[in-house]
């Protein structure tokens, strides 16, 4: 699948602005996108929300500069894309898994113990790679969903799980050359009792229906 570099500016600007108001961020689209293509901050506002949404440029860059050829998931880029999209933007550490036990709130299971992340992350990677290998695109999206429902419970990072899942949910679907997953801030309540209810094929359905959404938006932009 070909994307245009406007479409790349535009996948920039929603990620940025849809994953950070999941978690709360105020900003607005068009603030985001006036901070991200125009290079310009709109009006005062809270720094560390400033952050969240600049981050999303390191992100975007990684994919641009491979993505062709984008690198299989490893700890490490696991751990880079935390970074990226963390710094000086979350309490905890960016891009350093979790040293203290951490909870979700409202949730009825413990999170991944920090002695076991990495051995359990590395299994996630593995279980990731063998469910998408040789499928069709809903195939593929099915086992994102799936990894992505066990990604928030492993939980591997003190603060900023949720931004790097759906990050790496639009990373895979890009490695994978189908159109990308966004998860829109609209959504949200409907997104989050999926990832509750650990409900792979309601995330599923719904991800396909996003997943259409953005093949549309990508024709539009080529045809521009």
Known sequence: MEYSNDYLDDLLVRMAHHSTAIEGNSLTQGETKSILIDGYVPRAMNL?????????????????EKL???????????????????????????????????????????????????TELQDWILNLEAQIEGQGKEGIIEAICRQHIAFERIHPFS??????????MVYTCLQRGIAPIVV?????????????????????????????????RIKLFSQG
């Open 159 to 168: 603060d900023g799980n949720g931004r790097v899942g759906r990050a790496l």
């Open 68 to 118: 062709d050829n984008l690198p299989p998931l490893s700890l490490e880029l696991v751990k880079k894309i935390h970074f990226l999209l963390c710094q000086n933007a979350i309490d905890g550490v960016a891009g350093v898994f979790k040293t203290i036990p951490n909870m979700i709130i409202g949730a009825s299971f413990t999170p991944t113990q920090p002695y076991m992340v990495i």
């Open 184 to 216: 829109t801030k609209e959504d949200k309540a409907e997104y989050i009792s999926y990832l509750n209810t650990q409900d792979v094929a309601g995330l599923t359905g719904f991800s396909l229906k996003l997943n259409a959404e953005e093949e549309k």
């Open 48 to 64: 560390r929300e400033l952050n969240e949404v600049i981050n999303y440029k390191g992100f975007m860059q990684v994919i641009r």
